[in-house]
């Protein structure tokens, strides 16, 4: 199992080397859309090869947040075309199923351009902010700043940790050990990661949960 996940990581790692920005930007646009790729086995691998020196770190991140807002963009612009009528029929169909959208609705009537940011570093929000953003027909200056400042940020953070976690080390990739010695060591680490994200998606679902709640006692 060990060298599975190994030979697994390494193929990911450098398939990501292979793609280069170009490839780190047009991920990041996938995973700000409606397409399920977690920005968290993106950005790490990208940052891992700047700490090598192969890439620029700032560059990585560049790319990452140029990436989520051209993703973002799209999915603003089909929905504000296509209407909330449209996308709460259809959306099923591309894992936006009308609950969600009506809870991503009320976040940006809650929020506003706030809530756009803040969205950027949470789990599932950011995949479907976009949505409601356009069916609101927010103003698209103030959605591309909200959408730019949040996704630099998350993925600064996410290109931070990866150069912590596993960027210091060269061998990384050379061996299922070295993968096992590098995990054993950064254990704090990689827990912390693991709890701050479970902090964000617990705070996502009260705040959404309040946000209903607030949306139904006006109504």
């Known amino acids: 199992m060990q060298a599975q996940f190994h030979a697994l990581l390494t193929f990911w790692f450098h398939f990501v080397e292979t793609q280069g920005y170009l490839g780190v930007?047009?991920?990041?646009?996938?995973?700000?859309?409606?397409v399920p790729i977690p920005s968290e086995i993106i950005m790490p691998p990208a940052a891992y090869w700047a700490a090598q020196g192969r890439m620029d770190f700032w560059l990585?991140?560049?790319?990452?947040?140029?990436?989520g807002l051209f993703g973002s963009l799209v999915c603003y612009g089909v929905a504000r075309a296509a209407g909330a009528p449209a996308i709460l029929r259809w959306g099923r169909y591309v894992l936006m199923p009308p609950q969600k959208v009506e809870a991503a609705e009320n976040w940006?009537?809650?929020?506003g351009v706030s809530g756009i940011?803040?969205?950027?570093l949470l789990p599932v929000v950011r995949h479907l902010i976009s949505v409601p953003a356009g069916i609101l027909r927010m103003p698209v200056a103030a959605f591309c700043v909200a959408t730019t400042a949040g996704a630099f940020l998350w993925d600064l953070i996410l290109a931070w940790f990866g150069r912590q976690v596993i960027g210091d080390q060269p061998h990384l990739l050379d061996s299922p050990e070295q993968l096992a010695l590098v995990l054993r060591e950064k254990t704090h680490l990689i827990v912390l990661g693991i709890l701050a994200l479970a902090a964000a998606y617990a705070l996502m679902l009260w705040l959404q949960k309040r946000?209903?709640?607030h949306a139904a006692s006006r109504a």
């Open 25 to 34: 930007f047009l991920l990041m646009a996938l995973e700000s859309s409606i």
């Open 60 to 67: 990585v991140v560049a790319a990452g947040a140029a990436g």
């Open 211 to 213: 946000s209903s709640a």
């Open 117 to 120: 940011f803040f969205s950027r």
């Open 108 to 111: 940006v009537r809650e929020y």
